[in-house]
């Protein structure tokens, strides 16, 4: 079956300190992996994609993200965050049709001053 | 400005009632899409249109039912034969061509009354 798991629903850093968001995946054909963020009540955001081609991208807003086949992982990384990245967090799995897309569930970012 | 347009943003429905939620797009995008949100549940695909005058059904039709009548255009009717409608609601489009970036409207809350 396909799915997306992202394992942490909630995660609170402190501003200035670095961090990941997980996200496992499992998909039939060749994946191709996005991540977005959505602000309360807002739409959501594209962050960064992957496709093909180097298995770590940036993305926006200094974040970046690595793409393991081989853990079916596609982990979301940042070394500094910010007060204004507190939002929730999705990763999503498609298909050639880019807009067919299975999220996962999400994970709330707390930033602590 | 380019963009996708929801509204009402906001939706009160008694049941029993039929409600069309309405998503207008200026990107000149071939391919819409309507997802619905719930709290710790992620995205679900509920239909989508890659061509004016035809859509398919995503993981979630039942009880919905939608039109495509012209490119820009893709309303959603939430029916009354679905069973727990009160959700959040997002429109997406994207050129429909492989890698190109889904946008996301800004969503429409619908709460049955």
């Known amino acids: 079956a396909q799915s997306v798991t992202q394992p942490d629903i909630h995660i609170t850093v402190s501003e200035g300190a670095s961090l990941e968001l997980r996200c496992n995946y499992s998909y039939g054909a060749t994946p191709y992996l996005f991540w977005y963020v959505q602000s309360p009540g807002q739409g959501l955001q594209l962050l960064l994609k992957y496709f093909s081609g180097d298995t770590l991208v940036q993305g926006i807003k200094g974040f970046e993200a690595e793409f393991k086949r081989s853990q079916s992982s596609f982990n979301l990384r940042k070394p500094s965050v910010h007060w204004s990245d507190a939002a929730e967090y999705f990763c999503?799995?498609?298909?050639?049709?880019?807009?067919?897309?299975?999220f996962g569930q999400g994970t709330t970012l707390q930033v602590k001053p | 400005d380019g963009g996708i347009t929801q509204s009402p943003k906001y939706l009160f429905r008694k049941e029993g009632q039929n409600v069309t939620l309405s998503c207008e797009q200026n990107?000149?995008?071939?391919?819409m899409y309507w997802y619905r949100q719930d709290p710790g549940q992620g995205l679900r695909l509920i239909y989508y249109?890659?061509?004016?005058?035809?859509?398919q059904k995503g993981d979630i039709a039942e009880g919905y039912s939608v039109s495509r009548e012209k490119k820009e255009s893709f309303p959603l009717t939430v029916t009354s034969a679905q069973k727990n409608p009160t959700a959040f609601y997002l429109c997406?489009?994207?050129?429909?061509?492989?890698?190109?970036?889904?946008?996301f409207g800004e969503g429409s809350w619908l709460t049955v009354v």
């Open positions: 249109s890659q061509i004016v005058n035809d859509f």
């Open positions: 997406a489009s994207s050129s429909g061509n492989f890698g190109n970036t889904i946008y």
């Open positions: 999503a799995v498609g298909g050639s049709n880019t807009g067919k897309l299975i």
């Open positions: 990107l000149n995008h071939d391919a």
